[in-house]
């Protein structure tokens, strides 16, 4: 299957988070066995746990592909992590298949403030057989009364709501079960055992207990004694998703285990060369790409609206033997080393066990498949394939993604919101040059600018601000067309609007002149709103580059006071900033009123991920242009006409003679010979 380019850049926004947070944290997380709560903070923030709130609920709307490809996207960096995250889903089903509008926003609205829910179905004599359940669920009145004890519940203990399947007619089996909305916070709900797993240990599971718990009539899910059916659709849409799980391991599992064999050497050669590694190497690519598509075609019939159990089933059938073989080859290719706990691999083999087990064993979805292979070859042939139109069955829910709730901002201290300016400068990715092999020179044609490190300090520090005590962060950049692309960066952080200033007239700028535009246009923009930026934000290298002249120049085009280097800001009740400030002593503090401009350095917070709903706003957001028509500065103090910085005088050093260039050996010996050389001149 071929993404389509919003799809690339949500699979691609996780995949960042999970490089960069994910995989370098979890194993020291579970080697602590501590909860992984900043971690999965983090996911919250970028919406990572409300993936299936419709759009009318606050979603933006993601399909079941985008979602079920994020799911392997999470479990390639921690299964845990990707269970705490999508069991917000599976419980969600239910609410979506059955669940009256008030139902529904009472559910998300709960599950946006307490981040997690759970589905409770599983019993010590309940599990593949629902038939077995014992709790149950009994009328009084206008309530149920709730007892019974459910086992090995994924997010139990930090779950703000669950589903819950009892029964309401005892002797009626699986016909006699009922589904239902329970909150945490209810008299007599109580988490039991939390259980020690072998894998999977950074998501919490445990017994949840109901002892009396009342609830009113009105959180029953749909009709009574129609539980099982609604459940049953839930695991079946659910399936997949634990397929994209085990593809998520064996994507890992694979990239882990070339990385090593391409590295280590038996016998004078890298044992990726030799032919039994290359086959498992295959053998293993073979099973993710083909699990993959298997995830992806169930996901595509759930969004046409087609059936889609067997599927489903299959896919997580497939999909999940596939992670556990990929680990389990994983393991054998990187010999010891792949059973030390030192290597991620031994905990890809551990945690990919679990996938076979949970939502319907595999061994219940051979049956499941089985059921269904029987219904679709009848004694005269094959079924007729099915339309492209949905089917007459009851659809199953669309999967949406949801935007990081905001939390509602605190009242401002001085009793207004913010108004609030970041300059930022647009630089290429690093990681994107090349360079030339024959002129020897940087390749920066079709590179990407992306906004310099030091600017999302200071953008970072401004959305904080903001999301305390609520108003408007607008980012300002000077430069290209091509420019556009570091706001758009910026709006996908969560900026609310953005500026280009783009003239040919300003081309050719330095420092002094840089700092005229910048100032001119802010005015622009001050006396378009009808009142002044309460704080502007630039990072240390600011507008210009490494002199970080900039930021103080602003504030003296502009008049307004000055707090450079700072490295913490915090609003203080009269509407002030105090900021903590790096000196060559150390760290001293200051305060300044608005209106003042304020330049960070490095603070201990980077840039926020993006969420889904400020990606979505960064594609489309229109950016404002200002051009030398409204941002009027003399020509002799802007660009290419002129310049206000005078050079006096220059200085050339006198030339001595040519340096050496080291080639034709490999790095260790260029390396040693240049050791050499530096220790016959006396340099080391």
């Known amino acids: 299957m071929l993404f389509d380019n919003e799809t690339q850049e949500l699979l691609t926004m996780v995949r960042e988070f999970v490089d960069k947070e994910v995989i370098p944290t979890v194993g020291d997380y579970e080697k602590n066995n501590e909860f992984p709560e900043k971690l999965l903070d983090m996911a919250c923030d970028m919406g990572l746990n409300q993936l299936c709130i419709p759009a009318e609920y606050g979603g933006p709307g993601l399909t079941n592909v985008q979602v079920f490809a994020i799911a392997e996207e ?5 299964i845990g992590i990707g269970t705490t995250l999508i069991a917000n889903a599976l419980a969600s089903f239910p609410v979506l298949l059955a669940g009256t509008d008030a139902q529904k926003r009472l559910w998300f609205d709960t ?77 007599g709900v109580s988490i039991g055992k939390e259980e020690d797993k072998m894998g999977m240990r950074l998501s919490c599971t445990s017994e949840v207990i109901f002892d009396n718990v009342r609830i009113p009539k009105d959180h029953l899910l749909g009709k009574k004694n129609r539980g099982f059916k609604y459940i049953m659709e839930t695991l079946d849409h659910s399936r997949a998703g634990v397929g994209a799980f085990g593809v998520g391991i064996g994507q890992r599992a694979v990239e882990e285990a070339t990385k090593y064999a391409k590295q280590r050497k038996q016998f004078g050669q890298p044992v990726a060369n030799f032919q039994l590694v290359e086959e498992m190497l295959a053998n293993m690519e073979i099973q993710v790409q083909t699990g993959r598509q298997m995830y992806l075609h169930a996901a595509e019939l759930m969004d046409a609206g087609q059936p889609f159990t067997m599927e489903a089933a299959i896919a997580k059938t497939y999909g999940t033997d596939a992670g556990m073989k990929c680990a389990e080859d994983g393991v054998q290719v990187m010999g010891g080393y792949g059973y030390m706990k ?19 064993t595999n061994q219940v979805q051979r049956t499941v498949i089985a059921g269904q292979v029987k219904k679709k070859y009848t004694d005269n042939g094959p079924k007729a394939a099915p339309s492209t139109a949905p089917t007459k069955r009851e659809e199953a829910p669309k999967a949406t993604a949801a935007p990081a709730p905001a939390a509602a901002p605190k009242k401002a201290p001085s009793g207004k919101e913010l108004n609030l300016l970041v300059c ?30 030091f600017d999302t300090y200071a953008l970072e520090t401004a959305l904080r601000l903001r999301d305390q005590v609520g108003g408007k962060v607008t980012v300002l950049t000077m430069g290209i067309p091509k420019a556009k692309d570091a706001l758009r960066e910026c709006l996908a952080a969560g900026a609310d609007e953005a500026y280009l200033i783009t003239d040919r007239a300003f081309g050719g700028s330095d420092t002094l002149a840089t700092s005229k535009i910048i100032s001119t246009a802010i005015q622009v923009l001050e006396n378009r709103a009808g009142k002044a930026f309460d704080f502007i934000f630039c990072g240390k290298q600011a507008i210009d580059g490494d002199t970080g002249q900039v930021g103080p120049e602003i504030s003296q085009h502009l008049n307004r006071a000055l707090i450079s280097y ?18 060559d002593e150390g760290y001293d503090y200051y305060t300044a009123s ?37 941002v009027v500065v003399a020509p002799e103090e802007r660009g290419l006409a002129g310049s206000p910085t005078k050079v006096l005088k220059t200085y050339t050093p006198r030339h001595e003679k040519n340096g050496m260039k080291i080639e034709g050996l490999d790095g260790k010996a260029a390396a040693d010979k240049l050791t050499g050389l530096l220790s016959d001149a006396g340099l080391l």
Do not use: W
């Open 424 to 453: 930022i400068k647009q630089v290429p990715d690093t990681t994107q040059i090349k360079i030339d092999p024959v002129k020897h020179t940087l390749i920066r044609e079709g590179v990407p600018a992306i906004v310099s490190t």
């Open 111 to 187: 599950m946006v403030e307490k981040k997690y829910a759970a589905f409770c179905l599983t019993e010590p004599n309940a599990g593949s057989d629902a038939g077995g359940v014992q709790t149950t669920a009994v009328e009084d009145g206008d309530d149920y009364i709730i007892n019974g004890t459910k086992c090995f519940i994924s997010n139990g203990p930090i779950a703000g709501i669950y589903t819950v399947l009892a029964s309401t007619r005892k002797k009626a089996g699986v016909m006699g079960l009922s589904a239902f909305i329970v909150e945490r916070d209810r008299p």
């Open 342 to 360: 030192e290597y991620p691999m031994e905990k890809l083999m551990r945690d990919a066990k679990i996938l076979q087990i949970y939502e319907g």
């Open 74 to 78: 999470i479990a390639r960096g921690d």
């Open 594 to 630: 608005a209106p003042c401009v304020i330049t960070m350095n490095k603070t201990a917070y980077d840039l926020r991920y993006p969420n889904f709903k400020s990606q979505r706003f960064s594609r489309t957001a229109e950016i404002g242009e200002l051009t030398s028509a409204e």
């Open 566 to 583: 700072a490295v913490e800001a915090v609003l203080q009740e009269d509407g002030s900033i105090k900021c903590k400030r790096e000196s």
